[in-house]
């Protein structure tokens, strides 16, 4: 048996309870979080949370969505920062030091196995493109050491706040709205046992689907949740025109981009019946795909390709080709430019060849099918289909 946990003084106890509680009023002023599964979080005992990553503030959207007090993992390359120091110590942060995995793992390790609620960002960085990143390995060693239950948690909402890489930016923005709405949904924990990257991100797309189901409760159509999806990700930007060919009759068929993202997001459709140098990007399907293949623009364009054939490269400067998926109707992957990496960062990828771009988030795979709340019952992979560790959906054949 371990031996009990030394209790922290009493101003230190004193001030994380104040902190929190004032944290938590100003979160819920700023955000309307709301919650399902906290069922699932143990009521005593530790468990390691392991959450999507997409904002600098999403500690306190978990701290905010959480029955319990939580503890983070955090880089101490922050501490330099006086504020970052005392927040650390206050809410007795497990501070992992760069080049010491092994240290951080035993540390993190100790923390749940003691007892505590630990956050655990398994994607190991923020995610610039709205979509989960790869899960780095590290998970699968803190959880093959556990006795604890590991609890995944998916924040639907936090994309587009000042706090996310939403306008290619941390920060140096204006809010779109305020207040802003977050939906977390906690998962059915996961037995440390066996657990890998593969069930943990299977967890977490599960959960991501349950945090759209919680936005939606009050109803709405495939339409409009389908096209909240499409906006969170670092695709079509947010209040902006997009172009497409009046001959390509997208309108119908994907109207939860051209009617559900657009209302939503306040994304203007602009049809045209010929390739004009455009203010924003391109949505197309098999009439400018042709155009394209025949006759290439002549000036920059994004082409968001929803054609038969859009795994397959268009190589035709100066276009740069986004290769997406629909399935009868649906909108269930989106590539997207890579996004800037910063200084300390490591590079993610917005597209990737073969693939038909990232998952959007509220999807999940199960068997040959899609599923989530904008279609429930499931829409049939393309033959060969299927997610890969990064995210992409890997073109097997012709959708």
């Not at 819920?28 to 959450?51: C, H, I, K, Q, S």
């Not at 999507?52 to 922050?78: E, G």
């Not at 610039?128 to 995944?152: C, H, M, Q």
């Not at 993610?348 to 599923?371: D, H, N, Y």
Request: charged letters at 20%.
């Amino acid at each position: 048996m371990s031996e009990p946990k030394a209790k922290p003084p009493l101003h230190i106890r004193v001030q994380r309870v104040v902190l929190r509680a004032v944290g938590l009023i100003i979160v819920r002023l700023v955000y309307r979080v709301r919650v399902v599964g906290a069922e699932n979080v143990p009521a005593e005992g530790g468990a390691l949370l392991l959450p999507n990553h997409v904002t600098f503030a999403d500690a306190f959207f978990i701290s905010a969505s959480c029955p319990r007090p939580v503890r983070f993992v955090m880089d101490d390359a922050v501490l330099k920062y006086a504020p970052v120091r005392w927040f650390c110590s206050v809410f007795n942060t497990v501070n992992i030091r760069r080049g010491q995995s092994r240290e951080a793992l035993r540390m993190t390790v100790e923390a749940v196995n003691g007892g505590d609620i630990v956050c655990y960002f398994a994607e190991g960085q923020l995610s610039r493109t709205g979509a989960l990143n790869e899960l780095k390995r590290g998970v699968e060693l803190i959880a093959g050491k556990l006795d604890a239950p590991l609890v995944p948690l998916w924040v639907d909402g936090a994309w587009g706040s000042v706090f996310s890489f939403e306008r290619n930016v941390f920060f140096r923005k204006k809010p779109n709205r305020l207040p802003h709405d977050a939906y977390s949904a906690f998962g059915p924990p996961l037995a440390p046992a066996g657990a890998n990257t593969g069930t943990i991100r299977d967890a977490l797309l599960r959960a991501s689907a349950a945090a759209l189901r919680l936005r939606f409760a009050d109803g709405a159509t495939p339409v409009e949740i389908n096209g909240h999806q499409i906006g969170q990700v670092n695709a079509l930007p947010w209040r902006k025109p997009f172009m497409a060919l009046r001959s390509d009759s997208l309108a119908e068929s994907l109207p939860a981009l051209f009617d559900g993202f657009s209302q939503e997001f306040g994304a203007r459709a602009d049809f045209e019946d010929t390739i004009v140098d455009s203010h924003g990007p391109w949505v197309g399907g098999e009439a400018l795909r042709r155009r394209l293949e025949i006759a290439p623009a002549g000036h920059e364009m994004d082409f968001y390709d929803f054609s038969s054939r859009a795994s397959v490269p268009l190589e035709k400067d100066p276009v740069r080709h986004f290769p997406c998926l629909a399935i009868a109707g649906r909108v269930i992957s989106m590539s997207m430019p890579d996004p800037a990496t910063p200084r300390t960062g490591t590079a993610q990828a917005g597209s990737k060849p073969g693939t038909w771009g990232r998952l959007l988030p509220g999807w999940f795979i199960e068997g040959r099918m899609v599923k989530g709340p904008a279609a429930p019952e499931g829409l049939p992979l393309p033959e060969g289909a299927h997610v890969d560790e990064e995210g992409f959906v890997v073109a097997g054949g012709s959708p």
